[in-house]
Every structure is written in structure tokens, then in C-alpha cells.
């Protein structure tokens, strides 16, 4: 049976801060549990933004720059792991950037009964954990309706989160040894559900 692959994801673009920090931790959990990990910084990468182009005619997208290397991931992965820091209520905009180039992979089909629907064009159905970490602010869970309205266009079910700010932790997050134990724990559970599940598909 194949290793399970799980890769995290990180839009912030202070490496070793907060965001980072936990996807990091929720990675070694996963690593703890016999996943195979890696992680990519979606700064360090140069991801235009989407110009809505051909939009969703399936032809993919015109640019080829850093998305590609996550168009392939999006196909490989068994496991994602979201990192993003709170910008103004939201994602960043690294992330945003990521977000919308995934435009092109959401495909509309007719239904026998007419009803225009959209499918993912991704093929491999995977799970994912979202990590937010805000600041001063008291709502890190606004980030959630952007990845709900997402993921099912990239075939990724979200299943767990860690969402935090400093001002409800009263410290920086990656200062915290009880959150960072809870991120290395939730990630072997994580890695152990994909286990299962890639058990069950090879039984
Ligand atoms: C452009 C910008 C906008 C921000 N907006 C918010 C916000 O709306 N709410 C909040 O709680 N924190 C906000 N913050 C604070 C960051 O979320 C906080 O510093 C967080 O720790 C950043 O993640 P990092 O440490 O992984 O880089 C903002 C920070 C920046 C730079």
C-alpha cells in the first residue's frame, strides 16, 4: 500500500512565525502516524492572478508560472494542510492568489434535467485542515466560508481546524506548548483517518 502524502500549504509570508509554526507541528503529527510530508510557501512562489480568461471551458489556465506546481498537487496529495494568517477578515492574499487561479478547475456540466452544475476537473479526492491565525482580532473562523466555497473545486473535503489569534491566546500562538501539542495530535489523527481511508480503497 502506497504512503500517504500530505503537504502543507503556507500563505504567510513570515517563515518560522505563527501560521508556519503550526502547520509545521500538525506535519510532524502527521509524520508521527507514517505519512510521508512536505510543505510549500506560497511566497516563495510567483502565482499571478487570475484574469478570468477562459474561465471555465476546460482548456486550464494561460499562465504557466508557480500555480503549476500546485495544479500537480492538487492531483497528488492525499492531504492538505492550509496555513493562513488573518488579513483584514480574511485569507491573505497569497492564498487568495491560489484560490482563484483554482478557478479553471471547476467544470460545468448539464444535468439530464438541465440544471447547469459544476464538477471538480481535479480527479484525486482529498482531505484537508485549515490553519488561521489572527492578531488582535477575536474571529480567526472568518476564513472559513473562503475555503468551504473552494475546496469542492479542487475535490478537497475540509475535515479539521486549528483557529486561533493572539489576543484569545493572550501570547503569540507558536509561544503556546498547549497548542502546539494539540496541532502535533490533531495531525496523527488526521494522518491516521487517511490511513484508513487508503486502507479501505486497497482492501
Ligand atoms: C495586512 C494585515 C492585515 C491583518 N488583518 C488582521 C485582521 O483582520 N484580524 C486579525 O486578528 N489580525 C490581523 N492581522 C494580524 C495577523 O493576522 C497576525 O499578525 C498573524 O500572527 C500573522 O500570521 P503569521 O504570524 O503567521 O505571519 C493582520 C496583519 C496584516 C499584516
Known amino acids: 500500500m502506497p504512503q500517504i ?11 518560522q512565525m505563527n501560521t508556519d509554526t503550526l502547520v509545521q507541528k500538525i506535519l510532524d503529527g502527521c509524520q508521527k502516524s ?3 510530508v512536505s510543505k510549500i510557501y506560497l511566497n516563495d512562489l510567483v502565482i499571478q ?24 498537487l492538487f492531483e497528488k496529495a ?19 492568489l491560489m484560490i482563484d487561479r483554482s ?12 440544471k447547469r452544475i459544476y464538477e471538480s476537473a481535479v480527479k484525486k479526492m482529498k482531505k484537508g485542515m485549515v490553519v488561521s491565525v489572527g492578531g488582535s482580532g477575536s474571529n480567526p473562523e472568518c476564513v472559513l466560508p473562503v ?10 473535503s475540509i475535515v479539521d481546524s486549528i483557529l486561533v489569534t493572539h489576543a484569545q491566546l493572550g501570547k503569540a500562538p507558536k509561544e503556546s506548548a498547549e497548542l502546539l501539542l494539540e496541532a502535533f495530535s490533531k495531525g496523527e489523527k488526521f494522518a491516521r483517518l487517511l490511513q484508513a481511508e487508503n486502507q479501505e480503497r486497497h482492501i
Open 5 to 15: 502524502q500530505v503537504t502543507g500549504i503556507v500563505a504567510s509570508p513570515r517563515k
Open 34 to 36: 507514517g505519512a510521508a
Open 49 to 72: 492572478p487570475c484574469r478570468a480568461c477562459k474561465s471555465q471551458d476546460g482548456s486550464g489556465c494561460l499562465y504557466q508560472d508557480g500555480m503549476e506546481q500546485i495544479y500537480e
Open 78 to 96: 492525499d492531504g492538505l494542510i492550509l496555513g493562513t494568517p488573518v488579513y483584514y477578515n480574511s485569507v491573505s492574499s497569497q492564498m487568495k
Open 103 to 114: 478557478y479553471c478547475l471547476a467544470k460545468p456540466v448539464i444535468t439530464p434535467s438541465g
Open 147 to 156: 475555503f468551504e466555497l473552494w475546496s469542492p473545486e479542487v475535490n478537497l
